[in-house]
């Protein structure tokens, strides 16, 4: 099965590494695909969080991209045309903050849908 996650983060990099952490605990006890596409629209930039999020994760695939904000949904649809991204390829789509926690049996439990 493969999952896209596009996440959202707007100055958020502590929540950022909270919500990494959640999914990297829950991704490893299932076998899932997991694409993680995070836009970061963040007016300060921190180089060092960054550099720790695009390489946080060996249990699944981090994609960033930095923009300007555009809004919510209109920076998912910019990194979706700009990047020819194609969503067919995925059985699962996640809209996420980064300010939330995946429990630890949501792609376990995603597997029985």
Known sequence: MK???FSVCHNS???SFKFLESVDRSIRYSNIWLDLYFIDNSSNEC???IEKIKTYSSNFNIFYFKINNLGYFPSINFILEKNNISLEEYQYLCITNVDLSISKSF???LLLI
């Open 107 to 109: 792609f376990k439990n």
């Open 13 to 15: 990099y502590n929540e």
């Open 3 to 5: 999952v896209a996650i």
């Open 47 to 49: 180089k060092e969080s």
